[in-house]
Structures are given as structure tokens and as C-alpha cells.
């Protein structure tokens, strides 16, 4: 069983920087890779970024790409999301997921989800 807190979520305008954290539970921590998806209002939950158990590939949405960031401390039981350059259609909910490897976008495949934390970016 995995516990996912996250964390960081607020209120940004246009151009700016939020970085996400989400801090999972458990010892085993490093043998799951790591989604972030989010949703906006009126809208399915879609992928971000993932990122291997190890730390050594990430995975992006097209959307994001070249503004995103993912990246994870093992030692810490943390994965990060460092999201720059941030757009109005960045709004969403935020959530982080766990499974086990290897990563993917397909949000069904995921096991274990955080409920969430709120990012809204104003224009």
C-alpha cells in the first residue's frame, strides 16, 4: 500500500513558477514509477509527466514539454514537479500516482492516487 500527499498547489499568474511535491508513504517507495496527471474543470484527468523508478527516464505530455519538469529523491519518497513558464490552461488539479514499473501516460495503470492539489494560474 502507497500514500501520496501533495503539496505546492496555489495561485501564480501567467509567466511564473510553481514546483509540486507529492511524498509517498512506505518503504518501497523506489520500486515504483511516478505520474503526475491532472484535471481541469469539466474534463477527464490526463497525463504530465512520468518518471521511472530509478530516476533515469521521464516522460512528458506535448503540452508541457520544454515548461515541465519531473523528477523524484528516493531518500526522500518524493517526486517533484517543477512547472515554469505556466499558462492559464495550466489550471487544473494536480494529482501525483504510483505503480509499478514501468512508467506510462496511460492513467489506468496506475494503482495508487493523492487527492490532489489545486494550481491556478491567472492571465
Known amino acids: 500500500q502507497v500514500q501520496l500527499v501533495e503539496s505546492g498547489g496555489g495561485l501564480v499568474q501567467a509567466g511564473g513558477s510553481l514546483r509540486l511535491s507529492c511524498a509517498a508513504s512506505?518503504?518501497?517507495?523506489?520500486?515504483?514509477?511516478m505520474g503526475w496527471f491532472r484535471q481541469a474543470p469539466g474534463k477527464e484527468r490526463v497525463f504530465v509527466a512520468a518518471?521511472?523508478?530509478?530516476?533515469?527516464?521521464?516522460y512528458y505530455a506535448d503540452s508541457v514539454k520544454g515548461r515541465f519538469t519531473i523528477s523524484r529523491d528516493n531518500a526522500k519518497n518524493t517526486v517533484y514537479l517543477q512547472m515554469n513558464s505556466l499558462k492559464p490552461e495550466d489550471t487544473a488539479v494536480y494529482y501525483c500516482?504510483?505503480?509499478?514499473?514501468?512508467?506510462?501516460?496511460?492513467?489506468?495503470?496506475?494503482?495508487?492516487w493523492g487527492l490532489g492539489t489545486q494550481v491556478t494560474v491567472s492571465s
Open positions: 500516482a504510483a505503480k509499478r514499473p514501468p512508467a506510462s501516460a496511460y492513467r489506468g495503470s496506475y494503482d495508487y
Open positions: 518518471i521511472s523508478a530509478s530516476g533515469s527516464s521521464t
Open positions: 512506505g518503504r518501497t517507495f523506489s520500486s515504483y514509477a
